[in-house]
């Protein structure tokens, strides 16, 4: 019977297909990829794999082309997103393909564990359910080093949580905590660092699980596993054992697939067609999430991250002081641990009742169940809560009226000029211009004396503390407003280490600070 | 290995069985090429060149090079003229090195001729010398000698208001080369 499928004559056969499948693994693929025969709603629940192969394909082609615009510094990070979503091409499409394939991919990777689990596959290849626990835990790294780079309101927060979390473990937080940031506050060597592990480091890392998983570590039992059907265990015998699988691309066929590999494979792409479909629609209605420049968060701004983050978001609501960083990294660590461990753990349960087998997947169905209603109550909360839901929805309107207003490219800098150049001529030259007046603006003294520290010589701003050029535009901030918040910074929202001037300047002071401050552009 | 009835089947139903095995490994392949073809159309459009926002007003006008008074003595000088342009997210700098000869008012571009390094003035030879691939040119900016084709090329200037003025960029005027 195998006879109709392996030795087709070679005449029958279009060239370019046998080239195809002599000169390419294509074949071999295939059978690491696309799971062994089964039938009916089985054979569907099983196509979870080409969906991890089509959103991982999906989140390194976008990651791509966002890195051909995007500039890792801090001066630069902000435009240049705003860049990609408001001036280029199709730009807010992809940046969403790539948000919305970032949430999509850990909820993928985690129903193919379970189904791993369900089946049993983890204890059968252990090796193959050590890389799809790795994958997971790389994917959810990418997720959490991606929101710094866009350095928007949420990537501050973000990562100022990262640093709080790290920086609170135990015994090597403070030192962890300095190699994360790469210096003493968060600063654009923290943004280099996080763009290197987002677009080189994870990329590469979960590249070669996937090739590792693939084609290097193999379990003992993939063939025998393979071959689970009577019909093909029997033909395995048959035909005196099939070839190696490293061999099969030298097959003079065009494609030794069996019929079952094919029909699975076209279930596969059914799946995928229509969830990239269903995507694409998704990022094309909805463009993903860009605040503030982390440069002027808003004091009244809600963070609230990707939906992949809301469980542990919802957890650390409720974590007190050291707990939170427990929370936050140890308990994630813990869980995939357990995950990795899984087929030693699970050993025993090999010859025990159906119930016994079934006994890990409904712990990790009943851990995914929790995940989700975490989720969901921290919607709910925000629904709720009349505050965060108008302020949240104020930051929506917000969002909204920057993507309609036009792109405002960033000024030049003045100092790359080349040696010989003794004549310059500018064309634009207003923002130069608005520079040198500024320079030439020279603050008043009490600035100088309490104000510049964290604001900058010229308003400028030292990382993490708000430059003040240009905030005149801002909501709130006239210079009645500025001398009320240099009196009361509290009843603005905003928190240390800016702290009260009340008793510590003259209001002829204050007057003459909230009117040089106001003046700054 | 294949379908279990296919034992049963007759050669009619083998070709119709073909077929379908056919189409199993098409319709995946096709899927895939839509996708890609979708991400490639959009990765087209995404990283399609950006044009400066260069208006009439940044092309083709005189910018300064240097006030008449400067002119003085025998010895070439180096300027440069830049133009300041919205260029995607920034502003870039546009710089084209020049030689002004004091005595003649003329204005040179510095930009080898053979493949755009710029030249520099050696006073004790009494030329210009491209450091790329050694192409030399006479005080004049005609070739001596070297792979350039030609000599360096004159750009258009005009004295204004007491000012050398050279006209940047010099793209629709036809190059003038220095000869002999």
């Known amino acids: 019977m195998s006879a109709t499928d392996n030795t087709q004559p070679p005449a029958n056969t279009q060239p370019p297909a046998r080239a195809f499948a002599c000169w390419t693994t294509f074949d071999e693929l295939v059978r690491r990829v696309v799971a062994e025969p089964e039938r009916g709603a089985r054979a569907w629940l099983r196509t979870t794999a080409g969906l991890v192969v089509l959103l991982i394909t999906l989140q390194l082609f976008t990651g791509l082309l966002l890195a051909c615009y995007y500039v890792p510094a801090a001066d630069d990070a902000h435009t240049t997103v705003a860049f990609i979503e408001k001036a280029v091409g199709g730009g807010a499409w992809l940046r969403a393909l790539h948000a919305d394939g970032s949430v999509l991919l850990p909820c993928v990777l985690v129903l193919h564990l379970l189904q791993q689990l369900w089946r049993g596959a983890h204890r059968r290849r252990p090796v193959a359910w050590l890389g799809s626990v790795a994958l997971l835990a790389l994917v959810f790294a990418a997720g959490g080093t991606g929101y710094t780079l866009a350095w928007d309101a949420r990537a501050y927060y973000t990562t100022h949580i990262a640093e709080g979390l790290v920086g609170g473990l135990p015994l090597i937080g403070g030192s962890a905590r300095l190699w994360l940031l790469g210096g003493p506050v968060i600063s654009t060597l923290t943004l280099s660092r996080f763009f290197a592990l987002h677009a080189l480091v994870l990329p590469f890392l979960i590249l070669t699980t996937i090739v590792a998983r693939l084609f290097i570590f193999r379990d003992q039992n993939t063939h025998d596993a393979s071959a689970a059907t009577p019909d093909e265990a029997q033909s395995a015998q048959t035909t005196n054992a099939r070839p190696p699988l490293t061999t099969s691309s030298l097959s003079p066929h065009p494609s030794s697939l069996s019929f079952w590999l094919r029909a699975q494979l076209a279930r596969n792409a059914v799946v995928v067609g229509i969830v990239f479909i269903v995507l694409a629609l998704y990022a094309a209605k909805y463009p993903a999430p860009f605040g503030p420049s982390a440069d002027s968060v808003p004091a009244d701004y809600l963070p609230r991250p990707g939906a992949q983050f809301l469980w542990l978001f919802e957890l650390l609501k409720h974590a007190a002081g050291a707990s939170a960083s427990f929370i936050g990294l140890v308990l994630p660590g813990l869980i995939f641990a357990l995950l990795a461990l899984a087929p030693w753990l699970d050993r025993r349960a090999q010859a025990a009742t159906a119930w016994r087998r079934r006994a890990p997947v409904l712990l990790v169905g009943l851990l995914s169940l929790l995940v989700l209603s975490l989720t969901a109550l921290a919607l709910f909360d925000d629904a709720h809560d009349p505050r965060a839901h108008d302020q949240l929805a104020r930051q929506t309107a917000a969002e909204e009226a920057f993507r309609r207003a036009p792109f405002i490219p960033q000024r030049a800098r003045t100092s790359d000029m080349s040696g010989t150049a003794t004549q310059t001529t500018n064309t634009t030259n207003a923002n130069t211009q608005n520079v040198n007046s500024n320079m030439n603006n020279a603050p008043p003294a009490a600035y100088t004396q309490n104000c510049a520290k964290c604001h900058g010589a010229h308003g400028e701003g030292v990382r993490p503390n708000p430059k003040l050029i240009g905030i005149a535009e801002q909501p709130h901030r006239t210079v009645a407003d500025i001398i009320a918040i240099l009196n009361d910074p509290s009843a603005y929202g905003l928190q240390k280490p800016m702290t009260s001037f009340a008793n510590k300047l003259t209001d002829d002071e204050k007057r003459q600070l909230a009117e040089w401050i106001e003046g700054l552009k | ?180």
């Open chain 2, 1 to 180: 290995m294949a379908d279990r009835d296919e034992t049963r089947h007759d050669k009619a139903h083998d070709e119709t069985d073909r077929g379908r095995r056919k189409f199993l490994l098409l319709a995946p392949l096709g899927v895939g090429a839509g996708i890609m073809l979708t991400l490639i159309t959009a990765a087209a459009r995404f990283l399609r060149p950006q044009v400066t926002s260069a208006t009439g007003a940044t092309t083709n006008q005189w910018l300064p090079v240097a006030p008449l008074a400067e002119l003085t003595g025998t010895e070439p000088l180096a300027r440069t003229v830049s133009v300041q342009q919205e260029l995607g997210w920034t502003q870039v700098r546009e710089e084209h090195p020049v030689i002004v000869l004091p005595r003649e008012q003329r204005v040179l571009s510095a930009v080898c001729p053979h493949e755009g390094c710029a030249v520099t003035w050696r006073a004790d030879a009494q030329e210009f010398l491209c450091p790329c691939h050694d192409s030399h040119f006479n005080s004049a900016g005609a070739r001596t000698s070297g792979p350039a084709a030609r000599g360096l090329d004159q750009l258009p200037s005009q004295v204004e208001n007491g000012v050398l003025k050279v006209r940047w960029p010099a793209t629709t005027e036809p190059n003038q080369t220095v000869n002999g």
